[in-house]
């Protein structure tokens, strides 16, 4: 069977990206792993989502809900139990897409792919977790997946290792779960989640942050009995002098996110050292013009409603390029000063109307203003009263005022 483009995962990025597509007129198929669409979102089961977006307060399966119905409102077909293994490019919008599932392995030929396959877990081997091996690990997000999901509690005295939002959201839902969570522990001196997560996770339970703090070692025989904890030193190595034991039964790794980005590993594109993924231009777009990417395997969102945004538009930059093949040649780099970690697209293109930039910064700055420059003229600017590295930031930039370059740079007042 043959289609226009076709979606790789079913979470809120694919979802968008099928529904914006196929409202573009494309013929569509969306490909999920899971048995329903909605990815991370049918885990997520707090309040928090939505809110930007479509001005409501859900939880992440109603918010999955929403995007399922509007997706089910079009033409787009949706396969699920399947998973897409390999991805073949014999020529100009010309792919073919391996897909496995309970019957077998199929090929699927389409114009175009948008790539929406979310991160997976980053597990203790990735951080040198040192210790004995007991049971009671856990990534958290695979804990939360356990208790919200399964309806298994994976412990009974927890404690955290790292600030992000994962950790933070699941050092609330443990505690209302009857679990008593000693405390979260932060390698950075600031804690790496949103705001509104440590007020309404930690603060409103008493739940303690040590920041500058981290695990040395796990101990236990068959079970997790402990950890132990000590400062850290502002070169990230241990004070060893100040290490102390924690008693507990369980620990969550909430350490990072990784964007699963396998089917892509073989095409040799263009990857960010911080981002972990491929870079895209303005249009989503990758080197190879039939691969677009968005979501969190683009660069993680602390919020589904950007993924949202960024992911309606993918899809309608994929179905342009299915229907006309056109693209656009000379790009733009977007050039970082240092106080800027990353932006979400590398590359724009002169007057092709205007530019949303996702970005984040590399501390929290007071009163920080940020600029988009070309040549000598400032094409673009934000101030804020405070940026924090843990929240997305924007700026939106007009491409017609562009020379041959974009400089965007953080200045504090
Ligand atoms: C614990 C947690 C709490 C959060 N809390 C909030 C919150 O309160 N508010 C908020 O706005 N946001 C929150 N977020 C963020 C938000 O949920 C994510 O940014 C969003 O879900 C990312 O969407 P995605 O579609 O890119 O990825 P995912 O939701 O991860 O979806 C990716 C999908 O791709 C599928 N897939 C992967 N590989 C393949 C393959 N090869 N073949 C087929 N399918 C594949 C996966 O099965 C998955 O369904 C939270 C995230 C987490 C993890």
């Not at 004070?239 to 008693?247: G, M, N």
């Not at 299915?322 to 656009?328: D, P, Q, S, V, W």
């Not at 700055?365 to 924090?388: D, L």
Request: aromatic share 6%; proline share 3%.
């Amino acid at each position: 069977m043959n289609f226009d483009i076709v979606v790789v995962g079913g979470g809120p990025a694919g979802m968008a990206a099928a529904y914006s597509a196929s409202e573009k007129g494309s013929k569509v198929l969306i490909v999920e792993r899971e048995a329903k669409l909605g990815g991370i979102l049918n885990q997520c089961i707090h309040n928090g989502f939505g809110l930007h977006y479509l001005g409501e307060e859900l939880t992440g399966p109603e918010y999955a809900d929403v995007w399922q119905k509007k997706l089910l409102k079009t033409k787009a077909k949706v396969l699920l139990s399947s998973v897409v293994t390999k991805i073949e490019r014999l020529g100009d919008r010309n792919v073919v897409v391996h897909i496995k599932n309970s019957e077998g392995v199929s090929k699927i030929k389409t114009k175009a792919v948008v790539f929406s396959m979310g991160c997976r877990e980053k597990p203790g081997s990735a951080i040198n977790l040192c210790g004995t091996r007991p049971a009671g690990v856990f990534a958290a997000g695979e804990a939360q997946k356990l208790v919200n999901v399964h309806g298994k509690l994976v412990g009974k005295k927890v404690v955290i290792l790292g600030s992000g939002d994962i950790g933070l959201i699941m050092a609330r839902r443990m505690t209302c779960e009857g679990a008593k969570v000693v405390g979260v522990y932060e390698i950075m001196p600031k804690c790496g989640g949103l705001a509104r997560n440590v007020a309404q996770c930690l603060n409103d339970f008493n739940i303690p942050l040590f920041l500058s703090t981290s695990i040395v070692k796990i101990v236990g025989d068959k079970r997790v009995s402990g950890v132990v904890v000590a400062p850290v030193n502002p070169d990230f190595s241990f004070d060893l002098t100040k290490q102390k034991l924690v008693k507990c039964d369980t620990v969550l790794l909430s350490v990072g996110l990784l964007p699963e980005i396998d089917v892509l590993n073989e095409f040799n594109l263009e990857r960010s050292n911080v981002t972990n993924s491929v870079v895209v231009n303005q249009f989503y777009q990758t080197k190879i013009p039939e691969f677009f990417v968005c979501g969190n395997v683009l660069h993680v969102n602390d919020l589904v409603d950007n993924v949202t945004v960024e992911s309606l538009e993918a899809g309608v930059c994929a179905a342009n390029f299915a229907k006309t093949g056109k693209t656009t040649k000379k790009p733009i780099e977007v050039k970082l000063d240092k106080n800027i970690r990353y932006t979400s697209m590398k590359y724009v293109y002169k007057n092709t109307g205007s530019v949303t930039l996702c970005f984040r910064v590399s501390d929290e700055f007071k009163n920080a203003k940020i600029v988009a420059k070309s040549g000598e003229e400032i094409v673009a600017s934000v101030f804020k009263p405070v940026v924090r590295a843990g929240q997305i930031e924007k700026i939106v930039v007009d491409t017609s005022k562009l020379k041959n370059d974009l400089n965007l740079c953080l200045e504090v007042a």
